[in-house]
């Protein structure tokens, strides 16, 4: 069988580059061992967010009262819960099936094994092409000595395919899958405890959503050991987890879920393709070292988001057609926590800005001092901006009811070389959090009307 690109992987990115490279006329087929949509689709994004989304219903619920509406919460159906997550599902791997028929693009369910530059093996058939993209993702790490099995400890993706809600929960592991699935289950009744080995949080944000994020977690009643770690799970029931910090812990929890990152899968290979730490080195086009064959996605271990695997497949396509693409920056790759407030990140944090420019100034605004922000009365939140000594933005940083749709006004001020002054120039509408970003941008030069 002999086609222009073989693409293996039907996540964020090979889905993408197949529709991309199809309807610019391109033969495309795309080879796929798990459920169409990949991760993201299937046990990541998708189902994350549809189970957050009932968390945050289940929160106006509980705090009604303090808008005076008398409401009560009466406890949740969690069959009901995952039926809805997995009608979500559904609905998202429906619509990349009816991209893939809509542009004749050929799939081929099995595990592939590429087995020179332009062959690759899947179900003892050779398919020959042109090209080839590799967007196989990754996977979930285990720890050591503690290593998941699917029952007592778990992965996010089994996090997100339990029959009942546990009476209590233990996450290994803040960053923002540690919270968001502690957002989860404290909201949905589960008593939950979160461990995590650096001082803050959510390591790799800016401080400040950090502490936003323990204010949040410690308001839900979800008990934190940053600082800590996890030494031992015995398997009892309850399992008795053994924690190591600034006071030697023992703590009981009917599950523990095991939240520490993602690790590239590359596929099989005939051929010298996957580096040491096992992820696919590629350079700003997404080219491998062998000719021919591209690395999209969190298998390329450059940035494990959706948004970046779309990206990417964006620009492996334009190089697999001859056209001119701008090289791949995670510089300018926005992240967000969909918890509420919603927590969100583009370019350096504060602590990376001060480490790389001799001198920077930052402005914060907190959310509550929006004019959006006194009239729902949201108490935690805030703009962060950060801007290098000529004034040019580095790092935006929000936490806020929506954060994760509005910054993308900050990335995009990050993308087109902005100055703070410039962000801080715009006319937003009001009242909006999103206002909070104009003031925090005025208050790296001191200019916030509204900081008095």
């Given at each position: 069988?002999?086609?222009?690109?073989t693409i293996?992987?039907?996540?964020?990115?090979?889905y993408?580059?197949?529709?991309?490279?199809?309807k610019?006329?391109?033969?495309?087929?795309?080879?796929?061992?798990?459920?169409?949509?990949?991760?993201?689709?299937?046990?990541?994004?998708i189902?994350?967010k549809?189970?957050?989304?009932?968390?945050?219903?289940?929160?106006?619920?509980?705090?009604?009262?303090?808008?005076?509406i008398?409401?009560?919460?009466d406890?949740?159906?969690?069959?009901?819960?995952?039926?809805?997550?997995?009608?979500?599902?559904?609905?998202?791997?429906?619509?990349?099936?009816n991209?893939?028929?809509?542009?004749?693009?050929?799939?081929?369910?099995?595990?592939?094994?590429?087995?020179?530059?332009?062959?690759?093996?899947?179900?003892?058939?050779?398919?020959?092409?042109?090209?080839?993209?590799v967007?196989?993702?990754?996977?979930?790490?285990s720890?050591?000595?503690?290593?998941?099995?699917?029952?007592?400890?778990?992965?996010?993706?089994?996090?997100?395919?339990?029959?009942?809600?546990?009476?209590?929960?233990?996450?290994?592991?803040?960053?923002?899958?540690?919270?968001?699935?502690?957002?989860?289950?404290?909201?949905?009744?589960?008593?939950?405890?979160?461990?995590?080995?650096?001082?803050?949080?959510?390591?790799?944000?800016?401080?400040?959503?950090?502490?936003?994020?323990?204010?949040?977690?410690?308001?839900?009643?979800?008990?934190i050991?940053?600082?800590?770690?996890?030494?031992?799970?015995?398997?009892?029931?309850?399992?008795?987890?053994q924690?190591?910090?600034?006071?030697?812990?023992?703590?009981?929890?009917?599950?523990?879920?095991?939240?520490?990152?993602?690790?590239?899968?590359?596929?099989?290979?005939?051929?010298?393709?996957?580096?040491?730490d096992?992820?696919?080195?590629?350079?700003?086009?997404?080219?491998?070292?062998?000719?021919?064959?591209?690395?999209?996605?969190?298998?390329?271990?450059k940035?494990?988001?959706?948004?970046?695997?779309?990206?990417?497949?964006?620009?492996?396509?334009?190089?697999?057609?001859?056209?001119?693409?701008?090289?791949?920056?995670?510089?300018?790759?926005?992240?967000?926590?969909?918890?509420?407030?919603?927590?969100?990140?583009?370019?350096?944090?504060?602590?990376?800005?001060?480490?790389?420019?001799?001198?920077?100034?930052?402005?914060?605004?907190?959310?509550?001092?929006?004019?959006?922000?006194?009239?729902?009365?949201?108490?935690?939140?805030?703009?962060?901006?950060?801007?290098?000594s000529?004034?040019?933005?580095?790092?935006?940083?929000?936490?806020?009811?929506?954060?994760?749709?509005?910054?993308?006004?900050?990335?995009?001020?990050?993308?087109?070389?902005?100055?703070?002054d410039?962000l801080?120039?715009?006319?937003h509408?009001?009242?909006?959090?999103?206002?909070?970003?104009?003031?925090?941008?005025?208050?790296?030069?001191?200019?916030?009307?509204?900081?008095?």
């Amino acid at each position: 069988m002999d086609k222009d690109l073989t693409i293996i992987g039907s996540g964020p990115g090979g889905y993408v580059a197949a529709v991309l490279a199809s309807k610019k006329g391109l033969d495309v087929t795309v080879i796929e061992k798990g459920p169409i949509g990949g991760v993201c689709t299937n046990y990541g994004c998708i189902p994350s967010k549809a189970l957050l989304s009932t968390a945050e219903k289940i929160e106006n619920i509980k705090g009604a009262k303090r808008d005076g509406i008398m409401a009560a919460f009466d406890g949740v159906d969690f069959d009901k819960i995952m039926s809805k997550k997995e009608r979500a599902v559904k609905v998202s791997r429906k619509a990349i099936k009816n991209l893939f028929e809509k542009h004749e693009i050929e799939m081929v369910e099995g595990e592939a094994e590429i087995v020179s530059s332009d062959e690759v093996k899947v179900n003892d058939e050779i398919i020959k092409s042109d090209y080839m993209i590799v967007a196989t993702g990754s996977k979930p790490i285990s720890l050591p000595n503690i290593q998941i099995d699917g029952e007592n400890i778990l992965s996010s993706r089994d996090a997100l395919e339990l029959d009942d809600v546990p009476e209590s929960l233990l996450i290994i592991g803040g960053g923002y899958i540690g919270v968001e699935m502690a957002y989860i289950y404290s909201s949905l009744g589960s008593e939950v405890t979160i461990i995590e080995l650096m001082d803050d949080l959510l390591p790799n944000m800016d401080k400040g959503l950090s502490e936003v994020a323990e204010k949040m977690m410690k308001r839900k009643r979800v008990k934190i050991f940053t600082g800590s770690k996890v030494t031992e799970v015995e398997k009892n029931k309850p399992l008795e987890v053994q924690i190591e910090g600034d006071t030697e812990k023992s703590i009981e929890a009917e599950k523990v879920l095991c939240a520490v990152g993602r690790k590239p899968t590359a596929p099989k290979s005939e051929i010298e393709l996957v580096s040491e730490d096992g992820h696919i080195d590629v350079d700003g086009h997404m080219k491998t070292k062998i000719e021919d064959v591209y690395a999209i996605g969190d298998v390329n271990g450059k940035s494990l988001l959706a948004h970046s695997a779309f990206k990417q497949a964006e620009i492996a396509v334009k190089n697999i057609l001859g056209e001119e693409a701008k090289s791949f920056s995670e510089f300018s790759v926005p992240a967000g926590i969909y918890t509420h407030p919603e927590m969100a990140s583009v370019g350096l944090t504060e602590k990376e800005a001060s480490e790389k420019s001799k001198e920077i100034d930052v402005g914060e605004f907190p959310i509550s001092a929006t004019g959006r922000g006194s009239s729902t009365g949201e108490r935690m939140g805030l703009a962060k901006v950060i801007a290098d000594s000529r004034n040019k933005i580095l790092g935006v940083h929000l936490a806020c009811p929506g954060a994760t749709d509005i910054i993308m006004e900050a990335a995009t001020a990050i993308e087109k070389g902005m100055t703070a002054d410039e962000l801080g120039d715009l006319i937003h509408p009001h009242p909006t959090y999103s206002e909070a970003i104009k003031e925090a941008a005025e208050n790296v030069s001191g200019e916030s009307v509204h900081s008095g």
